[in-house]
């Protein structure tokens, strides 16, 4: 099956107004960078983006824009502001949330991994360590006070344990260094972060890819996403930016 698309705007027709996107990468590095600015043109709104570690601090244009559309509605990242009160009050997104006008939740990334995870294998729940004895054993960490629910633990074996929600987001935004017709990707090195997870937990993926190659051209061993978990793929140049992430 081809499942080839050569205009972002198709690849993200089905996006519509409170959709819920993953979105790939590790600060600048594998952020689907082109995808964002295809959900910029097309202008929906009250999107709940779902990261990582900081791909929207990697594309800070990409999320000044979002932020300056008012399309936003949440994030959930494990970095999601920059280090620097400085760049901070520079940065509409972060004064957005300071101001409650966007939610920002706060999940280690590891355990951002795991809620992927566990949707990928239909696990609706899950029990962690991570946390335990801090606020993120108190309660979900957020700006928005009523969201501030409290969590459930348990113990198992002695030890104290989290319990966190799978995370299934309807759509993945990936970006590929290689992928074939039929979805087969290969990311480059750390670029690959937290893309498998998130393509094989969404409900559709859609994948940008720097370079197509025929079915059977990458390695059975080097795909790392198989294209059962990929719906569309899009080519795409690739883009040469400078990022600051103090």
């Known amino acids: 099956m081809n499942k080839v698309v050569k205009k972002m705007e198709e690849a993200i027709a089905d996006v519509n107004d409170g959709a819920t996107i993953a979105v790939a990468g590790f600060f600048a590095c594998g952020v689907p960078r082109l995808l964002l600015r295809a959900l910029i043109a097309k202008k929906v709104k009250n999107l709940t983006l779902t990261c990582g570690c900081g791909p929207l601090v990697g594309a800070s244009d990409e999320l000044r824009q979002l932020v300056l559309n008012h399309q936003l509605k949440k994030v959930i990242d494990s970095y999601g502001l920059f280090r620097s009160a400085t760049k901070g009050r520079q940065d509409p997104f972060e004064q957005a949330v ?16 795991e809620r992927y995870r566990a949707a990928a294998a239909g696990i609706p729940a899950i029990y962690v360590p991570t946390g335990v004895g801090s606020v993120m054993e108190k309660m979900v960490v957020t700006n928005i006070i009523k969201n501030r629910v409290p969590k459930e633990t348990r113990e198992f074996d002695g030890r104290r344990y989290i319990l966190e929600y799978a995370l299934k987001p309807d759509f993945a935004f990936v970006h590929a260094f290689k992928g ?15 893309n498998p997870v998130m393509a094989s937990a969404a409900n559709v993926t859609i994948a940008e890819v720097e370079n197509i190659v025929e079915p059977g051209q990458i390695d059975g061993d080097d795909v790392h996403t198989p294209g059962v978990y990929v719906k569309r793929v899009v080519p795409v140049e690739r883009i040469s930016f400078a990022v600051t992430i103090d």
Do not use: C
Request: aromatic share 10%; no cysteine; proline share 3%.
């Open 180 to 194: 074939d017709y039929e979805g087969n990707l290969r990311y480059a090195k750390t670029a690959r972060n937290f």
């Open 98 to 113: 300071r101001k409650g006008e966007i939610e920002l939740e706060v999940v280690p990334m590891g355990t951002l991994a």
